[in-house]
Every structure is written in structure tokens, then in C-alpha cells.
């Protein structure tokens, strides 16, 4: 990187990804396309990426401000290391159950489909129907510790969270204000006609899933005892059923675009309806409750899978859980 900043004249120089992790400060973040440290005539280095469109490619810039990057990269670190800071045997606080943020939100929150960070600073602060209220992006953070993450939520004006709100500007800076750049956020599939089968996605789990995270979802812990290889997907450890991923729908094109390991949105392994099966199957297994009794006041907002009752029609809780959501959705749609 020295030889890099003594270059006089502009030029572009190729690097390799494993430099482009040391640069961030983090041995598991990994960029999905080439980037490029261009170094012009005023000796300043810029780091260019590709934004998630696949289509366009602003340059992301290095701040001039040393402190402002330190931010941003303690943000991509807490995102791509929660456990080693907020988790049981965290070394800054104790407030998670020991995944990442990037257990969910792959890369650090840069993977195209894998539920990306591309459009959060652009879309946010907005209404959601969840709360009844109009959410800005620490509200939106607060929410994954205290349900992905099955933790506490950190301090709004603590420097962890103004750290990953900047990471989140940064990942996301360029995208025009209200707009998501393609890539962005998760696959939604379209609905089976049948109900999600719990019995047929036990199969596909131990078949395709168990080798990474274990016969009973427990996950793969690391040596060390404070973070995961891989995650659990139920159990004590695992996200609790007031979590997006609690949803099959959420779930099910999560695991269609990212699951198991090698798989994107471009070559998927899983057909639709084993994405489907799989996800009525984990999310059948038991995991911890949270108190959702002050969630979707308004219950004709409730999504159409949305597991948990009342609801606005007169279809059963379980058929909200797993389907066929063709008949809700028919019905919602006349309403």
C-alpha cells in the first residue's frame, strides 16, 4: 500500500482481494467484484467498488478525515465481528448471543441478494408498518440486536452504533436519496401452491445443511469459544421468532440465493420449493420468544406469513405459517 502512495503519476493498480481485506482491517470481508486503488496526482488514494447494481460503478472515496474512516471501519468490523465485541464473551459490552450481523447480512453487508446494506442509508428514515411508526436507521439497528441477535440493544449515541450507521452510509453512499439500487436487500419468491412442507425440508437439511451448521442447528462454534464458524439456526444461541428470518418467506429466498455454500443469485442451488420446505423445517424448530404483543397494531398490515395471530381474515394460524398463501393473498389483494 506504501509503494501505492508514493506513485507520481495517476494510475490505476490492480489489486487482489486478500489485499483489499487487510486494507479494511478484517480477514472475512470480501468484496464480490474487482476493486481498484487509483492513486492521482494530489497522492490521495481512493478506494473504487462496485455498488450491488452490477450496472454502474461510482467510486466509493477514502475521507480525507482519518478519524471518519476509523468509524467506518470499526462499523464494518462490528458488523463482520459482532461476537468479539457485543456478544457473551464480548471484549466492549455483553449484548448478543454470539452470531454476526453478517450471519444475515453476508460480506459485511455487501454480498448482492444477501440481504445488503446497499439501501439502507438511502431509504431510511421511513415508515414501517411493524412498529406503526416512522423508523430511522439506529431504530432499524436497535430492532436486529434485540431479535437477530436475541441481545439488547446498544446505546443510540454510543460509539458503536454511530460506528455502524457510518459503515451503512459508506456502503451505501451514492444510491439516490429514497431509491434501491438492484441487488439490494433479498430474493422474494413467489409462493408455492401448496403449503410449505416441514417434513420434506428436514430431509434437504441434513442432506445439504447439517455439514456446516449441525444435525440438531446448533452451528459450528470457534475454538476460542466466543464466536461461530457457522451459525445455529434454532436453538438457544439462534435468532428468536421475532426476527425476519422467523418469516418462511424471508427465509426461504435468504437460503435461494446464498444457501448452501457456493450458491448466488446468478447460480442457485436449491430449487424455489426446496427453499420453501427448508425454511418451514428450521423455522418449525424451537428458538427463543420475544414479546411481539406491541408489533402490527394495526393487524391488516400483518404480512401475509407473519406467523402469529390475530389476523384480519379468517384463515388459521398454522396456513399463515406455511401456506398456501395464494388463498391470503387472494383475499388481501380484494380487501
Known amino acids: 500500500m506504501n509503494n501505492l502512495r508514493k506513485s507520481k503519476s495517476p494510475v490505476a493498480h490492480k489489486i487482489n482481494r486478500t489485499l483489499i481485506i487487510s486494507f479494511l482491517g478484517s480477514s472475512v470481508f470480501i468484496l464480490m467484484f474487482p476493486a481498484v486503488?487509483?492513486?492521482?496526482?494530489?497522492?490521495?488514494?481512493?478506494?473504487?467498488?462496485?455498488?450491488?447494481?452490477?450496472?454502474?460503478?461510482?467510486?466509493?472515496?477514502?475521507?480525507s478525515d482519518t478519524n471518519d474512516m476509523k468509524l467506518i471501519l470499526y462499523g464494518k468490523d462490528l458488523i463482520a465481528n459482532t461476537s468479539k465485541y457485543l456478544g457473551p464473551k464480548g471484549s466492549v459490552m455483553h449484548i448478543s448471543n454470539g452470531m454476526n450481523c453478517?450471519?444475515?447480512?453476508?460480506?459485511?453487508?455487501?454480498?448482492?441478494?444477501?440481504?445488503?446494506?446497499?439501501?439502507?442509508?438511502s431509504t431510511y428514515p421511513k415508515y414501517r408498518a411493524r412498529s406503526a411508526s416512522k423508523e430511522t436507521i439506529v431504530k432499524r439497528i436497535s430492532d436486529c440486536f434485540e431479535r437477530s441477535l436475541n441481545g439488547k440493544k446498544p446505546d443510540s449515541s454510543g460509539r458503536e452504533m454511530k460506528a455502524m450507521v457510518a459503515y451503512m452510509k459508506w456502503v451505501g453512499r451514492g444510491v439516490p436519496k429514497g431509491r434501491a439500487p438492484k441487488g439490494a436487500g433479498m430474493t422474494k419468491l413467489?409462493?408455492?401452491?401448496?403449503?410449505?412442507?416441514?417434513?420434506?425440508?428436514?430431509?434437504?437439511?441434513?442432506?445439504?445443511?447439517?455439514?456446516?451448521?449441525g444435525v440438531k442447528g446448533q452451528g459450528i462454534i470457534n475454538p476460542d469459544g466466543k464466536s461461530f464458524i457457522y451459525p445455529p439456526l434454532w436453538g438457544a444461541s439462534s435468532y428468536n421468532d421475532g426476527a425476519g428470518l422467523y418469516r418462511i418467506s424471508t427465509f426461504a429466498g435468504f437460503v435461494k440465493d446464498n444457501m448452501p455454500f457456493g450458491a448466488s443469485h446468478e447460480n442457485p442451488i436449491l430449487t424455489d420449493e426446496q427453499a420453501w420446505d427448508l425454511a418451514a423445517f428450521v423455522n418449525a424448530q424451537p428458538r427463543p420468544h420475544k414479546d411481539q404483543a406491541m408489533d402490527w397494531m394495526n393487524i391488516s398490515q400483518k404480512p401475509i406469513d407473519f406467523p402469529f395471530g390475530p389476523y384480519a381474515d379468517e384463515f388459521s394460524e398454522k396456513q399463515h405459517k406455511y401456506g398456501p398463501f395464494k388463498p391470503i393473498a387472494a383475499v388481501k389483494t380484494i380487501k
Open 37 to 63: 486503488i487509483s492513486s492521482g496526482k494530489s497522492g490521495g488514494n481512493q478506494l473504487k467498488a462496485h455498488t450491488l447494481t452490477r450496472q454502474q460503478t461510482p467510486a466509493i472515496h477514502q475521507t
Open 102 to 121: 453478517q450471519n444475515c447480512h453476508l460480506d459485511a453487508g455487501t454480498r448482492p441478494m444477501g440481504n445488503n446494506y446497499s439501501a439502507v442509508y
Open 190 to 213: 413467489a409462493y408455492l401452491d401448496r403449503a410449505a412442507n416441514p417434513n420434506t425440508g428436514s430431509m434437504l437439511y441434513q442432506e445439504k445443511c447439517a455439514v456446516c451448521h
